[in-house]
């Protein structure tokens, strides 16, 4: 706790007049103002010097922001006594990336900052504040003002229930939080705008008529969405690896389709790489140009369609063989959609028509997928080495 400096002030006016009384007079210095300064009437004292000088009576000291130096605060009346202290903010993050100035929040906070909760990049449309409550009692209540222009003409508050900023005209009592309850909240600021300056600051709340000036101004910026999506094509140990368009992969060699042969599966694997920050993650969808492999020698095609190749007569299609992602549990997990998780060579179609194949219902940081292509000629398909097909993967954020 800081130290008080007590202060005896003797204030001298010099006077070239008779007696009077003086009224009200209001006396400024740098760091606070006297209210309601009232000379004694009909006392007048001679200095040696030959100067005169008033007796004052010193009123109420104002409770404006200048009562306050750089080293002391001037309780100036009772009811003064019972102000809680000037709260401050002691962290607001958005894009904190391996650190973190928060001490309240989960430990995935503290140990990999808010990207670790939000996804790459941090939070564009959330953020997290703590207080630093100067030794205030723990049942102190506190209220947050937020601004996008430095409280110049946007001053709205944080609602104690929604957590969305709201005007001034719906701010109330119920918008007043202990410590415990605005921190418990991971996201305690919600609603933002992406890719935006914004400035809060708080001020404390310790029984009736007690409300603080608002304390110090602190600011973040918030992130934009983040997307990123990649294709890589490798083999089934490829996890890790990265290759450049153009993208192919071919049945030849020992892959090689032969008709009326059992389905074989390319030697190379279709990889996918995905993160977002987006709140609800994402899906992947996939269609193809032909709706299956398709010759223009023969004009044939081994059409694409959800079945288990071991006894259907000819198909192809592709099957999830692979799916890691960092772990967080504030982040999401990537599934894949039922038709694309079957065994052996049963396999999802690669339709015309955009079908979903992967998903993620919350952020997702540094996914990988990894898909077989899978394909069975039947009897009736003349052999050609032109049998091609073009797949299209979307990658679909939802913010």
């Given amino acids: 706790m800081k130290s008080k400096n007590i202060l005896k002030a003797f204030i001298y006016i010099c006077i070239i007049m008779l007696p009077i009384n003086i009224f009200a007079a209001e006396l400024d210095s740098p760091n606070y103002k006297i209210v309601g300064a009232t000379t004694k009437g009909g006392g007048l004292t001679q200095t040696l010097d030959g100067d005169y000088s008033a007796l004052l009576e ?27 202290a000037v709260p401050e903010i002691s962290c607001f993050e958005t894009t904190t990336s391996g650190s973190t100035n928060c001490t309240t929040g989960p430990s995935e906070l503290t140990s990999g900052g808010m990207v670790a909760i939000c996804g790459p990049s941090g939070c564009y449309d959330k953020a997290r504040f703590e207080i630093d409550t100067n030794d205030n009692p723990t049942d ?6 937020i601004s996008e222009d430095n409280f110049a003409s946007d001053i709205r508050y944080i609602d104690g ?8 005209s719906t701010h109330n009592l119920s918008d007043f939080l202990t410590k415990s309850e605005w921190e418990t909240e991971v996201f305690n ?21 007690t409300q603080t000036e608002p304390g110090p101004i602190v ?35 020992a892959y090689q389709l032969i008709s009326g042969a059992p389905a074989v599966t390319a030697g190379d694997r279709i990889w996918l790489d995905a993160s977002t920050n987006s709140e609800g993650g994402f899906a992947i969808v996939v269609r193809g140009l032909n709706g299956g492999l398709y010759s223009n020698t ?26 890691s992602q960092d772990t967080y549990s504030y982040l999401g997990t990537i599934s894949a959609m039922t038709d694309y998780t079957g065994t052996a060579n049963s396999v999802g179609i690669v339709g015309t028509t955009a079908t979903k194949v992967y998903e993620s219902d919350s952020p997702v940081f540094n996914g990988r997928m990894g898909l077989n ?25 939802r913010f």
Avoid: C
């Fill in 219 to 253: 600011s973040v910026t918030t992130s934009a969405g983040s997307v990123f999506f990649d294709i890589d094509i490798a083999g089934p140990s490829g996890t890790t690896a990265e290759s450049a368009s153009p993208y192919s992969i071919s049945f030849t060699g």
């Fill in 298 to 323: 023969t004009g044939q095609t081994i059409v694409s369609s959800t079945a288990d190749l071991d006894t259907a007569s000819d198909g192809f299609g592709i099957q999830n063989a692979y799916i």
């Fill in 58 to 84: 010193v009123g109420r000291i104002s409770n404006n922001p200048r009562n306050y130096s750089s080293s002391y605060k001037m309780f100036t009346s009772p009811e003064e006594a019972f102000l809680p």
């Fill in 161 to 168: 229930s929604s957590f969305w900023p709201e005007t001034i």
């Fill in 189 to 209: 600021i919600k609603g933002l705008q992406t890719n935006t300056l914004y400035y809060i600051r708080a001020f404390a709340l310790h029984g009736d008529f």
């Fill in 373 to 397: 292509v899978i394909a069975k000629p039947g009897m009736n398909k003349t052999a050609a080495s032109d049998y091609q097909e073009s797949i299209y993967f979307v990658f679909i954020p």
């Fill in 140 to 145: 102190t209540l506190y209220a947050v003002m």
